[in-house]
């Protein structure tokens, strides 16, 4: 009924930007918040930032600074402003969208299928 679809992914070198977008689709009253999440190689997934429909922000302290997230609340899209990167942001981003689906009105987590970003020189 509900899809997240990201995008943006790549390789950067060192000190490098880049921006992932987050479109949702589909059967959606609403969004309440939407986060990044990302996962390394060998490691647990993590929040990495996150934004509420009314725009209030919370990021991971490794991230404060250097990334910036934002949102469309009507166009269901979410981004992830990445700059000055560093190899440990290595990771698959996940966009996740907690939504209100359009009819029942019932609660629905979705999540994206990934993308991966990788710093290296």
């Known amino acids: 009924q509900v899809q997240v679809a990201e995008s943006g992914g790549g390789l950067v070198q060192p000190g490098g930007s880049l921006r992932l977008s987050c479109a949702a689709s589909g059967n959606i009253f609403s969004i309440n918040a939407m986060g990044w999440y990302r996962q390394a190689p060998g490691k647990q997934r993590e929040l990495v930032a996150a934004?509420?429909?009314?725009?209030?922000?919370n990021y991971a302290d490794s991230v404060k600074g250097r990334f910036t997230i934002s949102r469309d609340n009507v166009k269901n899209t979410g981004n992830l402003q990445m700059n000055s990167l560093k190899p440990e942001d290595t990771a698959v981003y996940y966009c996740?969208?907690?939504?209100?689906?359009?009819?029942?009105?019932?609660?629905?987590?979705?999540w994206g299928q990934g993308t991966l970003v990788t710093v290296s020189s």
């Open positions: 996740n969208a907690d939504t209100i689906v359009g009819g029942s009105l019932r609660y629905l987590q979705v």
């Open positions: 934004i509420t429909s009314g725009g209030k922000t």
